[in-house]
C-alpha cells in the first residue's frame, strides 16, 4: 500500500463528515444562503494565497528540479482551476476589494494556514507535500460526488465543475505521486509525522465548511476585530 492510500484510508471517517457537512449538502441542493457562499470565497482567497506562497516556499526548498516543477506545477494549477475563477466569482456576486481587505480571516482560514507553515518551518518536502495534500484530493472526490446530479444553482454547479476536470485530476494525481516519492526516500519517523500533517490538513478541510456555514469570527464584539 502506497503513503497516500495508507493516510486516505486513515482519515475516510473525516472525508466523510466533510462531504455530508450542512454546506456541501446545501450547495449541491442549490439551496446555500448566498452570504454564507459569499463568506467562503472570501476567505477561501486568503486561504489560496496561503496556499500558493506554500508552493514556492516548497520550490524554494527542493534541490531536485524535478519536484521543484512540480510545486510550481501546482500553483499553475491554482491560478487556472480555482484563482481565475474566483475572481469571476467575486465580479458576478459584486464583492469588491474593499470588502475582502475589511473581512478578517476566520479563526478556521487563520488555524489551517498556519498548519501548513508549521509544516514549511520544518524544512521537510514530504511535510509539506503531505499537508498540502488533503485540499487538492479532497475537493477531487467531492466535485465527483456532486457531478452525479450536479446543483440546480448555476453559480453553484461553475464551482463544482471546477473540481471534476481533466486537469484538475491530473494536478490531483500528481501531488499523490509526489508525496509518495518523497514518502519513499524518508525514514520511518518523518512518514508519522507526513501522516500526522495529512490528518490535520483533513480535520482542517472539515472545519473549513463549518467556518463558511456559521459566517465564523473570534470571540470578540463585531466592532473589535
Same mark, same amino acid.
Given at each position: 500500500?502506497?503513503?497516500?492510500?495508507?493516510?486516505?484510508?486513515?482519515?475516510?471517517?473525516?472525508?466523510?463528515? !466533510? #462531504?455530508? /457537512?450542512?454546506?456541501?449538502? *446545501? @450547495?449541491?441542493?442549490?439551496?446555500?444562503?448566498?452570504? %454564507? +457562499?459569499?463568506?467562503?470565497?472570501?476567505?477561501?482567497?486568503?486561504?489560496?494565497?496561503?496556499? !500558493? #506562497?506554500? /508552493?514556492?516556499?516548497?520550490? *524554494? @526548498?527542493?534541490?531536485?528540479?524535478?519536484?521543484?516543477? %512540480? +510545486?510550481?506545477?501546482?500553483?499553475?494549477?491554482?491560478?487556472?482551476?480555482?484563482?481565475?475563477?474566483?475572481?469571476?466569482?467575486?465580479?458576478?456576486?459584486?464583492?469588491?476589494?474593499?470588502?475582502?481587505?475589511?473581512?478578517?480571516?476566520?479563526?478556521?482560514?487563520?488555524?489551517?494556514?498556519?498548519?501548513?507553515?508549521?509544516?514549511?518551518?520544518?524544512?521537510?518536502?514530504?511535510?509539506?507535500?503531505?499537508?498540502?495534500?488533503?485540499?487538492?484530493?479532497?475537493?477531487?472526490?467531492?466535485?465527483?460526488?456532486?457531478?452525479?446530479?450536479?446543483?440546480?444553482?448555476?453559480?453553484?454547479?461553475?464551482?463544482?465543475?471546477?473540481?471534476?476536470?481533466?486537469?484538475?485530476?491530473?494536478?490531483?494525481?500528481?501531488?499523490?505521486?509526489?508525496?509518495?516519492?518523497?514518502?519513499?526516500?524518508?525514514?520511518?519517523?518523518?512518514?508519522?509525522?507526513?501522516?500526522?500533517?495529512?490528518?490535520?490538513?483533513?480535520?482542517?478541510?472539515?472545519?473549513?465548511?463549518?467556518?463558511?456555514?456559521?459566517?465564523?469570527?473570534?470571540?470578540?464584539?463585531?466592532?473589535?476585530?
Amino acid at each position: 500500500m502506497t503513503f497516500t492510500d495508507e493516510a486516505r484510508k486513515a482519515v475516510e471517517q473525516i472525508w466523510c463528515q !466533510s #462531504k455530508e /457537512h450542512p454546506f456541501i449538502v *446545501e @450547495l449541491k441542493a442549490g439551496t446555500l444562503a448566498p452570504d %454564507i +457562499f459569499r463568506f467562503y470565497l472570501i476567505q477561501d482567497r486568503y486561504y489560496l494565497e496561503q496556499f !500558493s #506562497k506554500i /508552493h514556492f516556499k516548497a520550490a *524554494e @526548498l527542493a534541490t531536485d528540479e524535478t519536484i521543484k516543477t %512540480i +510545486f510550481l506545477e501546482g500553483v499553475k494549477s491554482l491560478e487556472v482551476a480555482e484563482i481565475s475563477v474566483r475572481d469571476t466569482f467575486f465580479k458576478e456576486l459584486k464583492v469588491t476589494e474593499k470588502e475582502i481587505l475589511e473581512t478578517p480571516i476566520a479563526p478556521a482560514a487563520y488555524h489551517y494556514t498556519s498548519h501548513m507553515y508549521r509544516e514549511v518551518a520544518s524544512n521537510s518536502l514530504a511535510r509539506i507535500a503531505a499537508a498540502l495534500l488533503p485540499c487538492y484530493w479532497l475537493y477531487q472526490e467531492i466535485g465527483e460526488e456532486l457531478m452525479k446530479n450536479g446543483s440546480p444553482n448555476p453559480l453553484y454547479q461553475r464551482w463544482i465543475e471546477t473540481y471534476e476536470s481533466e486537469s484538475y485530476r491530473e494536478a490531483v494525481l500528481r501531488q499523490r505521486r509526489l508525496t509518495d516519492y518523497l514518502a519513499e526516500q524518508t525514514s520511518p519517523q518523518e512518514r508519522i509525522r507526513m501522516k500526522e500533517a495529512f490528518i490535520i490538513s483533513s480535520y482542517e478541510e472539515l472545519d473549513f465548511w463549518e467556518m463558511a456555514y456559521i459566517k465564523q469570527k473570534w470571540g470578540l464584539k463585531n466592532d473589535e476585530l
